[in-house]
């Protein structure tokens, strides 16, 4: 069972938020100040972090980076009504992996809450498994390298992390928005045109087997097609 720890001193915004994640399955532990978050971190052991800004004593975006320091992997989602940018960077500054401004749907807050838990098993995943072959290709995450029928050619560092996404999800789809915030870890209009880029670079890489063939779905995101021979 997932576990979301949360910290929100509105009584009212956390009853439905926890009753809502509780029906879908999830396991809440709720608390109305920061104080007990070190030792929940530790008893609890919860797979994100959800916090809200404007806290008692010790604010969210001080409680994000007493996260980091403990946890420094474990997702960090702040909710506020604080909307300028300024106060968005800050949270991003602090640790933070997501930033809800209130108020907010209950829709919108789970499937980003669903979205940074992908993003962190997928991190997670990749961090065991540096090596795909994959037809008549060889990546090799730590040297950054793609061997294929033509040769090898040295991607960068983000251009590998987009090929170990569509590598992780052969013959499935994989959203566009995920590859967005797992790389960028923001999904604005200037980090989705460098995603398109990219994807050409790398259709183009894998052209050399007609086994392999990266569909786009508009409005969705790819299909990583590797056919069996």
């Known amino acids: ?86 106060d968005v960077i800050k949270g991003f500054q602090s640790g933070g992996n997501d930033y809800v401004r209130k108020p907010f749907s209950m829709e919108e807050l789970m499937i980003r809450v669903e979205n940074l838990l992908k993003i962190t098993r997928n991190k997670a995943s990749a961090s065991i498994k540096k090596i795909w072959d994959i037809a008549s290709f060889r990546i090799d995450s730590d040297s ?34 995920l590859i967005l915030l797992s790389v960028w870890e923001d999904d604005s209009f200037f980090n989705s045109r460098n995603l398109d880029v990219y994807i050409r670079k790398i259709r183009k890489h894998f052209a050399a087997d007609e086994g392999i063939e990266l569909i786009t779905l508009k409005g969705k995101g790819y299909h990583f097609k590797v056919s069996d021979k």
């Open 1 to 86: 069972m997932t576990r979301i720890l949360y910290v929100e001193d509105e009584e009212f915004l956390a009853k439905v938020v926890r009753e809502t994640f509780e029906h879908a399955g999830y396991k809440v532990r709720h608390l109305r100040e920061g104080d007990q978050l070190m030792k929940e971190l530790e008893s609890f052991e919860p797979d994100i972090c959800i916090l809200d800004v404007m806290l008692p004593r010790v604010d969210g975006f001080q409680l994000a980076g007493m996260i980091r320091s403990a946890k420094p992997e474990l997702p960090i989602l702040f909710l506020s009504a604080k909307a300028f940018t300024e």
């Open 144 to 177: 950054l390298e793609l061997s294929g029928p033509n040769g090898t050619v040295k991607l960068s560092y983000r251009e590998m992390q987009v090929v170990e996404l569509l590598a992780q999800h052969q013959n499935k789809t994989i959203d566009r928005k």
